[in-house]
């Protein structure tokens, strides 16, 4: 699956990004958990996707029923 290519450099993506504003020392504490805190989101949200597409590529629903991605999720 080409979206989970994807998610994965998007994830690598903002790991740099959160990498980068961690080694600079130029930027105060405040404002790193400021920078930070939208691309900690996002990762959330992209790390849930991917989760959920390997669910679907590994359980496949079959045809006229719901995928059933809520069942496997404990949160």
């Not at 504490?29 to 991917?50: A, F």
């Not at 679907?56 to 006229?64: C, W």
């Amino acid at each position: 699956m080409n979206s989970i290519k994807h998610i994965n450099n998007a994830l690598k993506e903002l790991d740099d990004e959160v990498q980068t504003i961690l080694l600079n020392w130029d930027i105060p504490l405040n404002e790193k958990d400021n920078l930070m805190l939208p691309i900690l989101q996002q990762k959330k949200v992209l790390t849930q996707t991917l989760e959920d597409l390997i669910y679907l590529k590994e359980h496949p629903p079959t045809p006229n029923q719901p995928c059933g991605i809520s069942k496997y999720r404990s949160n």
